[in-house]
């Protein structure tokens, strides 16, 4: 049967030395704690200092294999890569000049050409003369001058909306503005280059009332140029669409919006 708890407890003390041993529940011996936490340390030293030698080269030798093998394999910069050079800071008649005698500055040239052809100014007579006086080799000039003149005729300033002198209707303002998107040489020697300029454009009459609303348009202006007094002039160019993206699904900002940004954002000159 059970029994009570009135009834009498009896607690027996053992000798010290026949007293049990838990192993489960006692601490660690602490010089084996002590050494593991020695060798730790020990390790991550061992790992810090080879990491910081690592990309120290060997003061014995200056051409290592490694050395070497790493050189020869980086990879160079893409060809479509922007090639991080300063514009040139010299204008003439506020367009960029004096580009170096580069595959480089071609290609900077022809960007900054292609954005003062497409400009504007080109509707109208005498800003034109000055701008193609600008950009091409004096033994071109008269002829692309002509050129030009029967291009930008009175219909073609009737289609985009101005008047005989190139004028928007009062109260509108004439957007024609180039973008480049990139560049890239097709030919090229020493004294002359034919460069291609992916462009993007906005044209068309912005503001209320407009009949010939802003749009965008893609072509590639192809640039002929010659080394010609310490710069790069124009001899020729064509034009062909495209390539154009996808329209994307954006709403259209309103006659007032693009009459802002147009009066508001300024241009670039336009660097390889």
Request: glycine content about 10%; proline content about 7%; charged content about 15%.
């Amino acid at each position: 049967m059970p029994l009570s708890d009135d009834q009498p407890h009896t607690r027996t003390r053992l000798p010290v030395a026949e007293q049990p041993v838990h192993p489960g529940g006692g601490r660690q011996a602490r010089p084996l704690r002590t050494l593991l936490t020695i060798l730790a340390v020990v390790a991550l030293l061992v790992l810090a200092i080879s990491v910081a030698n690592r990309g120290k080269a060997d003061p014995s030798s200056s051409g290592s294999p490694s050395t070497d093998r790493a050189a020869t394999t980086a990879p160079g910069p893409g060809t479509t890569a922007p090639s991080g050079q300063q514009p040139v800071t010299t204008t003439a008649n506020g367009i960029a000049n004096s580009f170096p005698h580069t595959d480089q500055g071609a290609q900077s040239a022809a960007a900054n050409y292609a954005v003062a052809l497409g400009s504007a100014e080109m509707f109208r007579t005498d800003t034109r003369h000055t701008i193609v006086a600008t950009v091409a080799d004096p033994t071109v000039t008269a002829g692309l001058q002509s050129r030009l003149d029967q291009a930008f005729n009175a219909e073609t300033l009737t289609r985009f909306g101005l008047d005989g002198q190139g004028r928007a209707p009062k109260g509108l303002t004439f957007v024609s503005r180039i973008v480049p998107v990139g560049t890239r040489t097709t030919n090229t020697a020493d004294t002359a280059t034919k460069v291609e300029v992916w462009c993007t454009g906005l044209y068309g009459l912005a503001g209320e009332g407009s009949t010939n609303p802003v749009s965008q348009d893609w072509y590639t202006l192809t640039v002929t140029m010659r080394w010609s007094g310490n710069d790069w002039k124009l001899t020729d160019f064509s034009r062909a669409s495209g390539p154009a993206p996808v329209p994307g699904d954006q709403q259209a900002a309103t006659a007032q919006e693009i009459t802002n940004a147009v009066q508001q954002f300024g241009g670039f000159r336009y660097a390889r």
